[in-house]
């Protein structure tokens, strides 16, 4: 008995200990959204703190200022953003929502950071004050709201409260002929007076324009004219104040004097009539010291151009028609005068889409973009897959950055970024990261993702190795060529369409000592590059692998591999190909492995695999997982995108005849062996080992597909042990679809001879998971447990070289379970039924160290886990004891949870949508976030008025009634009445019925301090007060039933019983024990 207690005293001290080290190692915490908004809908500028605010369809707003300063929050309710406001200079921003809601947030302050945070809200109710336009006049004090009925209300920006100012509709109409005295309609435009802040112009949406002085509540001037269209979209002044411009929605603008009202001082302009022209949504006019600028959006003709998304500028003789692959939201230019300067002076114009953001150089000949060194267009070609490579050498580094440089300078402007505002906290990092993210046209685009803002350093194209089927349509294009007007320039990044989507890019493999680039695709290409910093030309060179030569009957259906160009490319500095690797049949690349230090190169598909020799070109082994009586099943590919309907349903109807017509094998047959090597059952249960613990789900085993379970899964290469009292040497392990793994040893010549003896590889252990489950991921750990390193980074001192004399095991993750086993006899050591347990599915592995934020020398190696329903675990290596549980994904959000990868050092990225990488930490010690400050000047801010204080002789009478309360409480009156069943109120999910639920207990505190009735007409009056106080509660009609229905029917018997209880107190206590002990069972 005492060793037990000793026992159980040092695991409870251990297990305190190990709690603590815990906290150390593991935190969950997303970070920072690396990225473009996802549909966005409002944007804003502060010309003096220097920021831009993006609000999205979802409510969510995100404030940058120089790279690395990032504000972000969301409202309380998921409402588009329509429009956002700066205060300029007052770190404080007011967003209207499409609910009719206004919202005041400032940037403060908290835990040593900026950050932002919402302080005030207001609405309007009613259908006619439904706000159609705002206007933040010069001097910040008020926000002009005008509506859908016409009328315009003051918001004054101090108490967010509307003022009792209000500029009616019908008083605004009162100096307006008669023959335009018909309703207006909505109020379309404000525009402050550029020169006298007590005048506004008012456009309404029939076209009537009205000067409004605001300090005389007077209608200055009113603009109408016959031949100017009627529908007005846009207003802006001149800077003198004594002309301003029209748009319309014929796609027309026009120039007016402001002291005359008779006619427009130029006829309308329909710059690319004289056909039907879509809207002019927006236009400015801009004063320079040589010609002004004319900047709008829209007016495309409607016939030939009304599918482009446009923004025109115009000065002088130059005019360009910037073209924009997706919708314009907005666009404003930025300058660096002030309202006293003669002149606007633009140097920037900025265009924020649905897709993307750009800016262009208004100072700089040809008006280039700028360079974005954030808000990036991760999607500008969807995302196939991505991969990150954390520490890379400098060397590499430094020759990605230069190619890149050199391949956006003829493209970009080189003015700095104007949009600077903020300061960053954070310190430079130590280490240089790398994303790159393969996309559906070929590409694969290199990020910097070593700090909080997301930096394009380099692309890479693919499809310049490969004819396509789009080249003639191209050269077809440049033969006719395009009319010169409108003036077209291509501007942004964003390009949803593919040529063809056999270029997309399913798997990424970067070596950074050796600069060696695996690209493999979806038409079973495979491009290894090598870094050259000097432009050359390529003869590539082409092997072509085929993984199912073995297989007589097999028949592909699916899509033609890529022809490679037959002709010498040039391509410039950067990664340039070196040979291709061709699989037949063309299938999706499914598993890549590199081995850098061999040169050798492991492929996988879902027919097989290959291991590519790229020292001699030459393939050294081929296997095909594919089932010998189901080729015919396995011949299509699901990639396939030019299948008819007719023959998609027809094959689909055979697929499943074919498999209702197939009998369940018997126990007794014999299963056909592949190779002449003995299958060893993973899941066969050791001796005296339970057949299943009873709290455990019974997991059936999986009955093979045969379209995919042939795929290959993984692909690994280990220096290992293969075989009792043999050295160690290199193998390479593949794991299936179907839960089958083939170990093979590879046997490599001497250094001197590589180049003419042939790499051997033999198969050494083929074995079958029991349930079989896909194989997800596998590492072979070394004699300390730690994952195998790349050789190469233990040649180049990256990384402690392995113990190789202890015992290795491998670590194999399946959808279903994790197990380790022993190496070489493949002994089981430990296992944890993943499926069986918690009733979740493996979706992505990966093997990661966690450093102690205390102590950098306290390192474990653990198993990090994204699930089928979105949860982040984290388990212990080789214990396979789980740590932590977070959860961060929905279950319904397939691409995020499949997108997941994870890095070296315990941190996770996966795309938050098809524009946002969300990047998390798993990890207490690593993380990349946003740590910035936005300091205010001095008085910034308007003092807050001043709140009214309680008078004294009130709050001291207050003060004396609750004393006086507490001393008449009555001691033995509990606070909580358990017993009452009518007081048991439902409180979630919240609604309005809150304050009645407080009512009805505050009722029921009046019948525990009432003295017990002496007869049934005292009871009855106490539930007559009750049931009054429920009715008399002003609620929603549409939630007062749900609510009593809640509350439920006080009955006179459960009054009475309540009061009966308080005569025998110690009855109730000796119940006590009896409760406490059944909520402890």
């Not at 190169?601 to 590519?612: E, N, Q, R, V």
Request: contains cysteine; glycine residues 6%; hydrophobic residues 35%.
């Amino acid at each position: 008995m005492l060793k037990f207690a000793r026992t159980r005293f040092k695991r409870g001290a251990t297990d305190a200990e190990r709690e603590k080290l815990k906290q150390e190692l593991f935190t969950f915490k997303k970070t920072v959204e690396h990225g473009f908004p996802h549909r966005p809908s409002a944007v804003a500028f502060d010309p003096e703190m220097k920021l831009l605010a993006i609000g999205t369809r979802s409510g969510l707003i995100k404030i940058y200022g120089q790279p690395g300063v990032e504000f972000s929050a969301r409202h309380s309710v998921e409402s588009q953003i329509i429009r956002l406001f700066f205060l300029p200079n007052e770190g404080r921003l007011i967003s209207l929502l499409d609910d009719n809601s206004l919202h005041l947030w400032e940037v403060n302050i908290k835990d040593g950071k900026s950050v932002l945070e919402e302080v005030k809200d207001f609405s309007l109710e009613g259908r006619l004050k439904k706000i159609s336009v705002c206007c933040l006049p010069s001097t910040q004090e008020h926000l002009f709201l005008g509506t859908e009925g016409g009328n315009i209300y003051l918001l004054d920006v101090k108490t967010f409260q509307l003022l009792d100012h209000i500029i009616y509709q019908d008083v605004v109409m009162q100096n307006v002929p008669d023959d335009y005295k018909a309703n207006p309609g909505a109020v379309e435009a404000i525009a402050e007076h550029p020169t006298d802040s007590n005048k506004l112009l008012i456009g309404y949406n029939r076209g009537l324009i009205v000067l409004w002085d605001n300090k005389s509540c007077n209608a200055e001037q009113t603009y109408v004219a016959p031949q100017v269209p009627p529908q007005l979209e846009s207003l802006a002044w001149h800077r003198s104040g004594d002309q301003f411009m029209s748009a319309h929605a014929d796609g027309s603008y026009c120039i007016w004097n402001s002291a005359d009202a008779s006619k427009p001082a130029q006829n309308a302009t329909i710059p690319y009539g004289p056909f039907p022209c879509k809207a002019i949504n927006k236009i400015q006019w801009l004063t320079t010291k040589s010609e002004p600028f004319i900047a709008f959006s829209g007016g495309m003709p409607r016939a030939s151009y009304g599918d482009r998304h446009c923004v025109t500028v115009m000065q002088g003789k130059t005019h360009v028609v910037f073209d924009f692959t997706s919708r314009v939201v907005d666009f404003f230019t930025i300058g660096d005068t002030d309202r006293e300067c003669e002149w606007d002076d633009p140097h920037t114009l900025v265009v924020l889409a649905e897709e993307e953001l750009v800016l262009m150089d208004l100072q700089s000949e040809g008006w280039p973009t700028f360079r974005m060194p954030y808000l990036s267009s991760l999607h500008s070609s969807a995302i196939t897959c991505s991969a990150v490579q954390t520490n890379v050498p400098d060397q590499l580094w430094d020759k990605i950055v230069a190619a890149g440089d050199a391949q956006m300078a003829a493209n970009h402007t080189s003015r700095e970024w104007p949009i600077d505002g903020g300061s960053v906290l954070s310190e430079t990092p130590t280490s240089k990261d790398l994303l790159l993210t393969g996309h559906e046209d070929g590409s694969v685009r290199f990020w910097d993702v070593s700090t909080p803002a997301l930096r394009l350093l380099y692309k890479l194209d693919t499809k310049a190795y490969f004819s396509t089927h789009d080249d003639s349509e191209v050269v077809a294009a440049a033969d006719t060529g395009e009319e010169d007007w409108p003036p077209f320039r291509k501007v942004g990044t964003f390009d949803p369409y593919s040529d063809d989507p056999r270029l997309g890019v399913q798997k990424i493999m970067l070596c950074p000592w050796s600069g060696t680039l695996v690209l493999a695709g979806t038409a079973g290409q495979v491009v290894l590059m090598d870094m050259n910093t000097e432009e050359a030309e390529v003869d590539l060179e082409v092997t072509t692998v085929n993984i199912v030569n073995d297989r007589d009957g097999f028949v592909w259906k699916g899509h033609d591999s890529l022809t490679p160009r037959s002709t010498t490319v040039k391509v410039p500095a950067g990664f340039q190909a070196k040979h291709l690797v061709q699989c037949t049949p063309p299938a999706s690349v499914t598993a890549l492995a590199n081995h850098s230090e061999n040169q050798l190169l492991a492929i996988g598909t879902s027919h097989g695999f290959s291991i590519f020799d790229y020292v001699q070109k030459k393939v050294i082994l081929t296997k095909c997982t594919l089932n010998p009586n189901d080729l015919s099943a396995t011949g299509e590919s699901s990639m396939s995108r030019r299948k008819s309907l007719k023959k998609s349903l027809r094959e689909s109807i055979r697929r499943l005849r074919k498999r209702g017509s197939r009998s369940t094998p018997s126990k007794k047959e014999a299963k056909p062996r592949v190779e002449a090597v003995p299958t060893t059952d993973l899941d066969a249960p050791e001796k005296g080992e339970e057949a299943a613990a009873p709290v455990q789900r019974l997991v059936e085993a999986r009955q093979p597909d045969g379209d995919m379970a042939s795929m290959v899964r993984c692909l690994v290469f280990a220096e290992t042990f293969l075989r009792e009292g043999a050295s160690a040497g290199l193998s390479l392990w593949a794991g299936t679809n179907s839960g089958g793994i083939f170990v093979y040893s590879v046997t490599m010549p001497e250094a001197d001879k590589r180049e003419e003896e042939d790499v051997v590889a033999e198969l050494g252990k083929e074995v079958q998971l029991k349930h079989r489950a896909p194989v997800v991921a596998l590492s072979v750990m070394d004699g300390s447990s730690v994952p195998l390193p790349d050789p190469m980074d233990v040649k180049h001192e990256r990384a402690d070289a392995p113990n190789m004399s202890g015992s290795h095991t491998v670590v194999i993750a399946s959808e279903e379970q994790f197990k380790v086993f022993t190496l070489p006899r493949l002994k089981e050591k430990t296992k944890y039924k993943l499926t069986a347990k918690e009733g979740v599915r493996v979706r992505k592995v990966g093997f990661t160290q966690y450093r102690s934020r205390s102590d950098e020398k306290v390192v474990e190696q653990h198993l990090s886990v994204v699930t089928n329903v979105g949860d982040f675990l984290v388990f212990s290596v080789p214990q396979l004891r789980r740590q932590v549980q977070h959860s961060c994904m929905r279950k319904e959000d397939i691409n995020g949870i499949t997108s997941t990868i994870f890095t070296r050092d315990g941190e996770a990225f996966f795309l938050l949508s098809p524009s946002e990488l969300q990047r998390c930490t798993l990890s207490a010690r690593v993380a990349v976030e946003p740590l910035c400050m936005l300091e205010l000047p001095e008085g910034a801010r308007p003092a807050p008025p001043p709140e009214p204080e309680p008078e004294p002789e009130a709050a001291a009478e207050a003060e004396g009634e609750g004393e006086k309360a507490e001393e008449e409480k009555p001691a033995s009156v509990p606070e909580t009445l358990p017993s009452v069943p009518a007081i048991v109120v439902e409180t979630s999910p919240p609604n309005p019925v809150e304050d009645e639920t407080e009512e009805v207990a505050a009722a029921a505190e009046e019948v525990a301090a009432t003295e017990k009735p002496e007869s049934e007409h005292e009871a009855e009056g106490v539930l007559a007060d009750i049931q009054k106080t429920l009715e008399n509660t002003s609620i929603l009609d549409s939630t007062a039933d749900e609510s009593k229905d809640s509350v439920g029917d006080i009955t006179l018997d459960e009054i009475k019983d309540y009061i009966a209880s308080k005569e025998g107190p110690d009855e109730n206590s000796a119940d006590k024990p009896a409760v406490e002990e059944d909520a402890d069972n």
